[in-house]
């Protein structure tokens, strides 16, 4: 899948049979620093491996949890490479889960895991995916730390926040054929502007219902079950300040 080395230091896979012949190898990574920490295969030699990197451009499929650097905040930036990812003063290091076909040549499905925001904001989002399984259903589990606040959690999590400085993460993916068609990337919001954007997706069984899960929208703004996301976006209160004298 990749026959090169991309940046100064990637992971690899190789697939090795039992008679110890290599029946693939390719690197895994972006044009930054990248590292494949855990692996596992399913019954038809799937593999999926789970990992850490710095890089904006590491492999992503379109239907990914998170297809884009969560350090990206608008459009011009998603792949453009290390050169524009946010390195000082705050390194954003993320983990990833990604699937391998079984002969080594198609990704089958990656995301990050991460997240851009600490609290308090002083000091670097560092998240690692380090160890996977995969379950008799289909189902792959992947464990890390993360120390990023905004780390993507779903409602009904055992944790919805951080419960320190760093906390353990578990996210279990499904296989499934419900997919989000909407552009990672929505139209820009101006503070002051009504907004109006019309979510979409394909497969699975229609209609749809739609809800926030672990995010929130900007102050003003709101989503309804059908996918509209519309309202007036103000600044939110936390971009007020006072100024005193000594």
Known sequence: MQTVLLGQRNGWVVHID??????????????????????????????????????????????GFQDVTSSASADPQAGLGSAEYAMPPLANREG??????????????????????????????????????????GSIYTVGSTEAASFPVTDHGLR??????????????????????????????????????QLAASGGAPPYTWALVGFALPDGLSLDSNGLISGTTRPPRSNRTAISSP
């Open 18 to 63: 039992g008679s110890m012949n290599a029946l693939y190898s390719t690197y895994f990574g972006g044009s930054a620093i990248d590292g494949v920490l855990g692996i596992a295969a399913d019954a038809a030699a799937d593999a999926y491996i789970a990992g850490v990197t710095f890089s904006s451009d590491m492999p992503t499929t379109p239907n």
């Open 96 to 137: 990833y889960m990604a699937g391998l076909s079984s002969d080594g040549t198609r990704l089958l499905y990656s995301t990050y895991l991460g997240g851009y925001y600490t609290s308090p904001r002083d000091y670097n989002p560092l998240t690692m995916a380090n160890a996977l399984a995969v379950s008799p259903d």
């Open 160 to 197: 919805t926040g951080m419960g320190g400085h760093a906390d353990g993460f578990l996210v279990r993916f499904n296989v499934q054929n419900l997919f989000i068609t909407t552009e990672t990337f929505l139209p820009e919001a101006r503070y002051g502007g009504s907004y109006s954007y």
